[in-house]
């Protein structure tokens, strides 16, 4: 048989990746990231009021950039061969559309509009609306948070949509329907134009929608008109039916072919979130939670039909197939993991790059170079430093609630703590308290699974963070459990390249592709028997602050 080659495309919160992987055995042969120009200034964005944005016109250019870049690191006959692509997102990250599915902020009159473009899965403005929709649910006769650990969340997609259409009438009027990114780029790619013949992702309908079959897909139009008006008829503009994400949702429009350089022929797969992606990529399996960290992080775990026989409380939700076909999927997770080590990073850098910038000593050049070294080897000096602090430091104590809680059970009004800091608090102490917090936070998720009986034997660790060996070690040490990394970097991508080729045909299950196509594991960590004693003491504090101090964080 020829050889094939499927490409995954990875869309993160600062960039998008393309990777180029052949399907009989996962062999990386080209890669290619993109920034996010507008993201980069920070256009459309107000970080001190939680709004996040993202211009579509970003997305399209990473499209083209990658891919055609990736193609030109192969052979003619390379590119004549790929098959199929797949697509993963952040999420909920929706937008409003017109009919044919076109994102507002690509028409002109709404361009610069941030309410016509994509909202950001971090954005947080939707708090009172996350709080009126658990309210209601509360009330009525069926519970539609069920299957969504019981409390909506700010940073999914009713939320936002109804946030948006109560602040902006021009585009609540303008929008016909609203849909994830991650339904959105194949539906770009295959050349769509009419949104009621999108595809949308299981996954996404699922975790942050409240799509279930119990109830026959979204919840009835009363109850949204119950909650708002305005949402009035939405869900007729929807979508009743779901797909998982080894499904095809068309092929490559000519357009894009030509664009892309591939042909009409290439198989779209369905979306699916990054996370979930990221899970196959990293060749999860049940028992294991599949832990992506990045800026924030999602677990995942998979279960056999069956086998989970009640909905989990405090959770982003359990749906079928939304990470493996015939598997329950369920997702936790941390709304801040990597962005906090990077909110420090910036704190204690900022004095000394704003006095290098106004510096006349040196070259505008070499401020530049020193600049981004400095940068560079922040996260990697205290990483070193802290390593060689006691667990527990001097007695600092951190909430890791800097940007909200995703799980267990969401409350995005929280905020960060610092507590039990001195005179003799210095960086490395502070930065290793930050990142106890962060794997104390990632305990709780595990406590929570565990005390409603889902039993967790190990971790899978991927993205970022990961690579982080003090990081890795204290998790390990803090859950009492291994964790492996996963060997590749790009294992969200590799999952949408998985998916591609089961869409196009190279495999008959997402098992079989991820069992040939995956990169195996670079490391495990195994728990320190004796740190893990002492961090279950600094874990009761951790656990005694949050409890004190969460009613009074949620008052503001």
Known sequence: MDPTYTIGLDFGTD?????????????????????????????????????????PQDYI?????????????????????????????????????????TPLALLPEFTDNPHA???????????????????????????YLTYSGGVYSSEWFWAKALKISREDAAV?????????????????????????????????????????????????????????????????????????????VGTLCPEWAERLGLSTRVVLSGGAFDAHMGAVGAQIEPGYLAKIMGTSTCDILVAPAGQVDHPVAGICGQVEGSVLPGMLGLEAGQSAFGDLYAWFQRLVSWPLLEVLRESTLVDQ????????????????????AAAREPVGASGELAL??????????????????????????????????????????????????????????????????????????????????PLRVAATDQTCALGAAMFAAVAAGAYGTVGGAAAAMGSGYAATYLPDTDCSRQYEAVYQRYRELATTLEPLLSRH
């Open 365 to 384: 050049a070499t401020k530049e170079a020193l600049i981004a070294e400095t940068i560079a080897g922040i996260i990697a000096a205290l990483s070193e």
């Open 400 to 481: 890791d609630w800097i940007n909200g809680r995703r799980t267990p059970d969401a409350n995005q009004q929280l905020t960060g703590v610092l507590a039990g800091i001195n005179l003799g608090t210095d960086a490395p102490k502070l930065f290793c308290a930050l990142v106890e917090a962060s794997c104390f936070g990632a305990r709780l998720i595990n406590d929570r699974f565990a005390r409603e009986g889902v039993a967790i034997r190990g971790v899978i660790a991927l993205g970022g963070v990961s690579r982080n060996s003090f990081i890795m070690q204290m998790l390990a040490d803090v859950l009492g459990m």
């Open 61 to 101: 250019e990473g499209i083209e950039s990658t891919i055609t870049q990736v193609l030109a690191q192969v052979d003619q006959n390379v590119r004549d061969a790929v098959i199929g692509i797949g697509v993963d997102t952040t999420g909920s990250s929706p937008v409003a559309v017109d009919r044919s599915g």
């Open 172 to 248: 609540h009027h303008a929008a016909y329907s609203w849909v994830e990114h991650c339904d959105w780029a194949p539906f770009l790619l295959a050349g769509g134009s009419d949104v009621h013949q999108m595809k949308r992702s299981r996954c996404a309908a699922g975790h942050k929608a409240l799509w279930h079959p119990d109830w026959g897909g979204l919840p009835p139009n009363e109850f949204f008109t119950a909650l708002d008006p305005l949402l009035d008829g939405l869900t007729e503009r929807l979508y009743s039916d779901t797909y998982t994400a080894e499904k095809s």
């Open 117 to 143: 473009m994509f909202v950001l899965w971090k954005d947080h403005t939707a708090v009172a609306e996350a709080a009126e929709i658990n309210q209601l649910a509360a009330d009525w006769p069926t519970n």
């Open 15 to 55: 960039s998008v990746r393309a990777l180029l992987v052949a399907t009989a055995d996962g062999r990386k042969l080209a890669t290619a990231v993109h920034p996010y120009a507008r993201w980069a200034r920070g256009d459309y964005c107000d970080p001190s009021a939680n709004r996040f944005r993202q211009h």
